[in-house]
């Protein structure tokens, strides 16, 4: 086990009448890629804000590298790099006047770095900002982000926009960029198939809560759609944890969170039943839209 | 080396790979003794999570199909598992005369069943020579 170096506790923010934020908990460790993923509104840039000190939730705690980003917020932006959703700057000023400006609040600026990633992401230097294209937007923000050596990233939806050349080479950016060097990320999405090769974890956040946080390749070997035929009985709901239930008129369709659990189980009872992988899409659905009632008229499950 | 990464697939990109590299092991297309990229320059080149090739890497080195020297890289094994290519061949046999009895109960004839796998095998060729 790595150390954790950000923990989220019973996180509460609300707008207006809205409950944005529920209870939300959860933790990182050091080294991680980790996905938040939601809907529109799920909360995930209330969550992001929250961490870079800019948002004052209602109630919980956040601890981030050891510090508070509401009572510290000074010491949390010299260790995070940082892009926003839609990242503003000024527009008026050239990439080397942005980066000269930015650079005059951190001690650890590494302008060699920025040297070798002004070549790498090929960014014209004499041109104002207003003026790049989107993607050569995003990598000037990439850019600032990491040129101070931050201990973690944060990154709030930051392939959006882009196209699938760009996202890929944004997702080889993460990996040779980030993650070799050992520095944490926690990023947003809703592009799924782009997170899915990038995340070590991923977080499923659903009003404002997290409803389940899991290694990548863990959720995609335990969230299975089972089918059994007219008359096969599955085992109790006490075993599987179904959390989403379809049926046909000769088939009963149930997709369940634990899967590597269950399977000696179904292979021990003999009971026939045909599995099916599920794309980290479909995952999600099932999460987000299923509905785990058991419908009426399936067989009797099999109880221990 | 060429793997293709189908993203948003049902199968976990890990096993995409490892059954990837497997095929080409298998298929002669790397040799044993064929030097594989390394963690860093793979998970590069796919945009993948480099862990997730570090466990595709440790799969196949626990399965005998690869060779990992500590500190000097990875390698196709040696001596590649004869018994899995041997179980597959015996799989794909199987596989096979079912299909044939498939053609059958059609009502395709012998001899259409042979014109069709002489189809199938030239048009491989063809492809083979186009890509190469």
């Known amino acids: ?304 | 080396m060429f793997l293709r990464i189908e993203k948003g697939s049902a199968v976990p990109i890990s096993r995409q790979i490892s059954s990837q590299i497997t095929a080409l092991c298998l298929s002669e297309q790397l040799q044993p003794g064929d030097k594989l990229p390394s963690v860093r320059e793979l998970a590069r080149e796919l945009a993948v999570n480099q862990n997730t090739i570090l466990r595709v890497y440790e799969k196949l080195n626990a399965e005998g199909i690869l060779d990992k020297r500590h500190g000097a890289g990875t390698y196709v094994a040696d001596s590649p598992p004869l018994r899995q290519l041997k179980e597959q061949r015996e799989h794909f046999y199987e596989e096979f005369q079912q299909l044939v009895r498939h053609g059958l109960s059609l009502g395709l004839s012998r001899k259409e069943l042979q014109q069709m796998l002489e189809a199938a095998l030239k048009s491989e060729a063809d492809s083979v020579t186009a890509a190469t």
């Open chain 1, 1 to 304: 086990m790595s150390d954790v170096v950000l923990k989220v506790d019973r996180l509460n923010k609300s707008y207006g009448q809205q409950l944005v934020l529920k209870d939300l908990t959860f933790a990182v460790e050091e080294g991680q890629i980790v996905a938040l993923l939601g809907r529109n509104g799920a909360g995930k840039t209330t969550t992001i804000r929250s961490l870079m000190g800019l948002i004052e939730p209602d109630s919980g705690e956040i601890n981030l590298l050891g510090y508070s980003p509401q009572k510290d917020p000074i010491e949390i932006r010299k260790r995070i790099g940082y892009l926003a959703e839609d990242q503003q700057m000024y527009g008026w000023m050239t990439v080397i006047e942005t980066i000269q400006f930015v650079s005059a609040f951190y001690d650890t600026w590494d302008h060699t770095l920025v040297q070798r990633l002004l070549q790498q992401f090929d960014l014209p230097i004499a041109t104002k900002v207003k003026a790049l294209s989107k993607g050569q937007n995003i990598r000037l923000g990439l850019l600032l982000a990491l040129a101070h050596h931050p201990q973690m990233v944060i990154f709030d939806d930051p392939v959006l926009g882009l196209d699938p050349i760009m996202r890929k080479e944004f997702n080889r950016d993460m990996i040779t960029h980030l993650q070799a060097e050992n520095c944490t990320v926690l990023y947003s999405s809703h592009l799924l198939y782009e997170v899915e090769p990038i995340a070590d974890i991923v977080m499923i956040l659903h009003e404002g809560r997290i409803l389940r946080q899991a290694p990548t390749e863990e959720l995609k070997e335990n969230v299975k759609r089972i089918i059994f035929s007219s008359g096969t009985a599955p085992l109790g709901n006490k075993k599987m944890r179904v959390i989403d239930a379809q049926q046909w008129e000769h088939q009963l369709a149930l997709t369940v969170d634990n899967f590597q659990q269950i399977e000696p189980d179904l292979e021990l009872r003999g009971i026939e039943h045909e599995v099916q992988d599920l794309s980290l899409d479909e995952i999600f659905e099932a999460y987000i839209i299923g509905r785990p009632e058991l419908p009426f008229n399936h067989p009797e499950p099999v109880e221990a």
